[in-house]
């Protein structure tokens, strides 16, 4: 469960800064689930787009639901973490609060678009896919 939960906050965290694409009204309303993350690859010694697959095996793999009323849920392998979310356009910002947590963290969208959120975190990159 702990695993889970660090799981869960780390692709939280991910979403750190907010690019305009070409469509830039994309809406995060929706479920995201993870499919890629930018990793180092120890075959070739460099950084790359690695899928989820690898690195989570088997697991379900994270996924970050945004509510149009402004609620959402964070979810992997049936565990579940409740949160509250506002997205300040003009900054490009998500600011979301957990509930059960009482914390909260600022994200940051590099991409996104209507099938494909990029968040950038402290040590790399997750992709994510609009499920559908």
């Not at 180092?40 to 996924?63: I, R, T, V």
């Not at 991409?111 to 040590?123: D, F, G, M, Q, T």
């Amino acid at each position: 469960m702990k695993k889970i939960r660090i799981i869960l906050l780390t692709a939280l965290f991910a979403i750190i800064s907010v690019s305009c694409s070409k469509d830039g009204d994309a809406s995060l309303i929706g479920k995201w689930e993870l499919s890629h993350v930018y990793s180092y690859n120890d075959e070739n010694g460099k950084m790359e787009w690695m899928d989820a697959s690898l690195l989570f095996g088997e697991y379900e793999f994270p996924a970050l639901t945004f509510s149009s009323d402004g609620s959402g849920i964070a979810s992997s392998e049936g565990e579940r973490l409740d949160f509250i979310w506002e997205y300040d356009k003009s900054k490009k910002e998500i600011l979301i609060n957990f509930v059960s947590e009482e914390s909260f963290v600022v994200m940051v969208v590099e991409s996104l678009n209507s099938r494909e959120l990029i968040v950038v975190y402290a040590s790399g990159k997750m992709k994510f896919v609009k499920a559908d």
